[in-house]
């Protein structure tokens, strides 16, 4: 793998890794549970990382496919959250919970009344009037952009 490549996948399994860590970081240290459509869009970047981990032992362009791949999924589900934030159109009606295997009723009852409420429709952050998932999506396509170059890179 060429020194060019190798540096474009990094850069960008760094930018993923970043994003996750600052997502975790809203969501731990700020206190700000994700919704549904936070969660799928930390999916894609993961993806990308095992994919950056992967192709720097095995080298392959299918690898690198993958990466970029994972980071446009999470840059398009943005913009569904974003259509979503901004009442463009409906949001998934959904919900996730923790797994209720060994529940009595009561224990059952009392983690639905204790569980956090998060809708995807509500902004809990924005900066300069744009919210986590409107910069997801530009910071996301940019990474996805840094996987085009390491898939052309020579």
Known sequence: ???KRR???LGAAAGSAGLLLGALGFQYLGDMPPCKLCYWQRYGHVAALVAAAVAMAVPHRLLIVIG???A???SLIGIYHTGVERGWWEGPTTCTSQPIGGL???DLIAQIEAAPLVRCDEIPWEMFGLSMANYNVLVSAAFAALWLMAYKAR
Do not use: R
Request: no cysteine; net charge negative.
């Open 1 to 3: 793998m060429t020194l």
């Open 72 to 74: 446009l999924s999470s």
């Open 104 to 106: 009595s009723v009561d």
């Open 7 to 9: 540096t474009y996948i």
């Open 68 to 70: 970029g791949l994972g």
